[in-house]
Nanobody, 123 residues
Framework: QVQLVESGGGSVQAGASLRLSCAAS????????MGWFRQAPGKERESVAA????????YYADSVKGRFTISRDSAKKTVYLQMTSLKPDDTAVYYC????????????????WGQGTQVTVSS
């Protein structure tokens, strides 16, 4: 059983930066592909970024390419999402997910999920 706890959300102005963190426990972190998803009010959850379990390959939604960076620190069992040039459209609850030996941006029903952290970007 893997537990995920997100942090770092907040309310910022457009153009600002935020760094989200997701601390993992209860599993072998290096065996999991990690990802960030978001869900805005009235919209479906969407994949934002992912990083594979072994090679560290990264994947990004087109809407965040060049602005967001996902990274992982195995020693700290933490995955990060560095967000820059934030836009009001980035406003959402951001969720962290862990997929056993995940190697793409696709996360299955067996993935573990955090509780989410709110990001609000005002214009």
């Amino acid at each position: 059983q893997v537990q995920l706890v997100e942090s770092g959300g907040g309310s910022v102005q457009a153009g600002a930066s935020l760094r989200l963190s997701c601390a993992a426990s209860g599993g072998t972190f290096s065996n999991y592909g990690m990802g960030w998803f978001r869900q805005a009010p009235g919209k479906e959850r969407e994949s934002v970024a992912a990083i594979s379990w072994r090679a560290g390959n990264t994947y990004y939604a087109d809407s965040v390419k060049g602005r967001f960076t996902i990274s992982r620190d195995s020693a700290k069992k933490t995955v990060y999402l560095q967000m820059t040039s934030l836009k009001p459209d980035d406003t959402a609850v951001y969720y962290c997910a862990a997929e056993w030996k995940g190697s793409s941006s696709r996360f299955t029903e067996s993935a573990y999920w955090g509780q989410g952290t709110q990001v609000t970007v005002s214009s």
